[in-house]
C-alpha cells in the first residue's frame, strides 16, 4: 500500500494523526516525512509503532521530532517504551534539515535486532539479547500498529516546556509519502508466525540479523558526532545505576 497525506494541527484541535489497519509482527517500516518549517517550537511530528492494546505495559518504537524556534534545529528525539516503562530518550541533531525536503525513516524491528535508520544510517540500535541476558529488556509484544501524528507539545517538547507552541503560525504542515507495509508481516488467521521463516520474510534473516561493517562505523559515527542527550550516559538521572541495556551498545 503507498499513500500520501498531509497532516496540520490548528488551534482547538489538539492533533492529527493515522494509524495502520493491521497490526503487525516484525518488518522493515518505512515512512517519507517532511516536517512542518519555520518557528514549531511546541510542535511534535511523529511516526511510531506502539504495540496493541496501548496501556498497562505496552512496548512502543519512537521516531519523535521536537521542533523549536526559527533558527534552531529541531532535534529528532528516539524513545523505545518496553512493558510500559518510558525512560529511553536519545536526541539527536541531524545532519540536514528534516523540514527542508522528504527524508527516510525507517524501523526494522526482527528477532535479532531493533534498528531505527534515518535514510540509510543506522541512529538507533537495541540487540534482542534476552535470550542470554537476565532481564535484558526488548520489545516483543507481536501487535504493533503503525502510528503517525502531529500535536501540541507545548507542555515538554521545547526547552523543557519553556518555549510554547506560537498559534498565530498555524497551522503547522507534516508530510508523510511512501509508506510501504509490504515489508512488514501483518498479524492475524492466516500469516505465518512473524519471527522466523527468513526465507520468506526476508528482513528476519540474512543481512538484517546484524549491522554490517559499514552500518556500525557510520551507527558510531552519529553516536559521537549527533547524539546531543543519552539516557545511558546520563547517571544523574538514575542515580549512578544505568539501565541493564546500557552496558550492551
Ligand atoms: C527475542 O528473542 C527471544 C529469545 O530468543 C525470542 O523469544 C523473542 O521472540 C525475540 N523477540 C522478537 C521480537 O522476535
Ligand atoms: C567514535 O569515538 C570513539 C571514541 O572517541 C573513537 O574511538 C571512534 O573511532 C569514533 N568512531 C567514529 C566512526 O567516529
Known sequence: MIMMMMMAVVRDRAGAGFRSKSIYGSGLFHMRMKIPSGNTAGVVTTFYLISQPENGGHDEIDFEFLGDKAGRPVTLQTNLIIDGQSYREQWLRLWFDPAAAFHDYKILWNAYQLVMFVDDTPVRVLRNLTAAVPGYPFPSKPAMLIRGSIWDGSSWATDGGRAKLDWSRAPFTAAFRGFDVDAACAVGNVTPPCYDDPAALWWNGGEYEALSDAQRAAYESVRNNSMVYD???????????????CSYV
Do not use: A, K, Q
Open 231 to 245: 539516557y545511558c550516559t546520563d547517571e544523574l538521572r538514575f542515580n549512578s545505576h544505568v539501565p541493564l541495556e
